[in-house]
């Protein structure tokens, strides 16, 4: 379980280099786009090397998890951060956690456990102090964008643990990348002009945020929904602005004050006993139970055990009866 949680804090500790990244590397003006730019191209290419197609009966899911988690998700973030100033944007999107911990009681009768409850609000009030400033304004349509995204990412999460498809977490991933691009693309050709010529800081920006940023970093993200309690999960999801604030101190030579390397000891703490109050409880002869690789499902009338592996999905998509593999 410590392999699954140290490998499921990379994807939010790459995440905190995103500011830096686009800041510096990439064209102002172009949220959308960019983030078109970003989601699908990576799902494409985590389509053409999985080579699977998710079947009918999962379309309206994998559509549902694209938008929440990228298309719908991704649009509120950029409402937010242009509203907002960015502490009081990234204070809002801590919400999530407290709001996983009420979607996963509702949809996976997850317990509410105190501990995880107090982990999520203390962490709420490091990244208020790493990142909240004298100046930070409050504006009634960015605070419900920033609330709206950091509901639309919990309820992806959430809904991603419950919809586990019977396909490795890499297939999964290439399938909400992709619809999640699809979903973005009408609004950049509506909301916005079209991208100037890109130089090669530009692509080297964008190679990152897609392939390392996206592709690499939300499947071992979507791999640790499937393994760890999601309460678990979103609670790394807050090492991201504690790695801006370090990539921000070391790179650009920012201030880092008191109050904010506080808010930092905060934040890390808090994910940690996070950690601990979502562990899976032991049971029997003092024997934890074991996280299961990916939740058992049915298709139809089909029950699904979890297999690893590539090659599995063409055995388990075959006994499903969804053959759809390029």
Not at 204 to 231: D, H, I, K, N
Request: some cysteine; charged content about 10%.
């Amino acid at each position: 379980m410590t392999r699954d949680i140290l490998l499921t804090a990379i994807a939010p500790a790459i995440w905190g280099s995103t500011y830096l990244v686009t800041t510096q590397g990439l064209p102002d003006g172009y949220p959308v786009t960019l983030a078109v730019l970003r989601a699908l191209p990576a799902g494409l290419l985590l389509l053409a090397l999985t080579r699977c197609l998710p079947p009918k009966a999962w379309l309206g899911r994998a559509f549902a998890l694209g938008a929440l988690n990228f298309a719908i998700f991704w649009t509120l973030l950029f409402v937010a951060a242009y509203r907002l100033p960015g502490g009081v944007a990234a204070t809002l999107g801590s919400l999530q956690v407290l709001i996983v911990i009420g979607l996963a009681r509702g949809f996976l009768g997850t317990p509410v456990r105190a501990l995880a409850v107090l982990a999520a609000l203390f962490g709420v009030l490091g990244v208020a102090l790493l990142l909240l400033g004298p100046d930070a304004s409050l504006d009634p349509i960015g605070i419900a964008a920033g609330i709206g995204g950091a509901a639309s990412m919990a309820a992806g999460t959430v809904l991603s643990r419950k919809w586990q498809p019977p396909v490795s977490a890499l297939s999964f991933t290439a399938w909400q990348l992709t619809l999640g691009g699809v979903l973005l693309l009408p609004l950049a050709f509506v909301l916005e002009p079209p991208l100037p010529a890109l130089t090669g800081t530009n692509l080297a920006a964008l190679a990152w945020l897609g392939l390392v940023g996206a592709a690499l970093t939300y499947w071992l993200w979507f791999r640790g929904v499937a393994r760890l309690e999601p309460g678990a999960v979103s609670m790394l999801g807050m090492m991201s602005p504690v790695t801006a604030v370090a990539l921000g101190w070391i790179w650009l030579g920012e201030a880092l004050s008191p109050v904010q390397a506080l808010g930092a000891v905060i934040v890390l703490g808090s994910v940690w006993a996070g950690q601990r109050a979502n562990r899976p409880r032991r049971t029997g002869a003092g024997q934890p139970r074991k996280a299961l690789d990916r939740p058992p499902l049915t298709h139809g009338d089909v029950a699904m055990p979890p297999e690893k592996g590539w090659r599995s999905e063409r055995r388990i998509l075959r006994k499903a009866q969804r053959p759809y593999l390029l």
